[in-house]
């Protein structure tokens, strides 16, 4: 099994290196293929400018491999040479975006299963804001304004990203439609990655909170937790 990067938002600047260079390192190293899937930028027509900003920004970061698939709808999403693309990375990093068209765009195509090899054979996969959304087993599609599926690789969880803005304010209404879940509210500039048997670490400028059964703990930069919450196999 891989390693999940969840990031609250605000990527590509700043002390976001921090977790994106932590991920890099559990992915193998700066020589080690990343491959960036702008697929929840693609509704507003953003997916190539905001794609080749998360290609610059990890080159800046010292990688040296970084390649932009352009899946960008449901049809890309099945092409086999994408799939190869994606399944040749040892980083698979999900833009932010729209959480509800990511979701639907890739789940049970062909691009998501190439995603979930290189998950099995120990990558890390994961995303800022909805490239981080989608990974668990619960995502609030704010678009939609209620609860869909996401993918499920983190069970029994729900991301809120952008936590220390507009996150928060989502929480009550999670806290009542997910009550046996543990939702994790994200901050920008943060992100957490499952580095160490059983446990979360948390990178970046600024904090995490877990809601669950009624309460709330926040854990700050280079602190660690667990999750009730388990990654699929």
Known sequence: MGIL??????EFGGRMSEPDLRAIQLAGGLDSPIAILPTAA????????????GRSWFGSLGATHVDLVPIVDKVS???ADLAARVRAAHLIYMLGGFPGYLAATLAGSRVWQ???ETYAAGGVIGGSSAGAMVLCEYLYDPQAGKLVPGLGLLLNSCVIPHHNAFGRSWAPRLTESLPGAALIGI??????????PGQWTVHGAGQVTIYERGASRVYSPGDTFSLPASSRP
């Open 42 to 53: 693609a509704p507003d027509n953003n997916d190539r400018r905001a794609g080749n900003h």
């Open 114 to 116: 190439a995603a979930l």
């Open 187 to 196: 901050d920008e500039q943060t992100g957490i990655l499952n580095d160490l």
């Open 5 to 10: 990067l969840l990031e609250g938002g605000g």
């Open 77 to 79: 999403a099945e092409e």
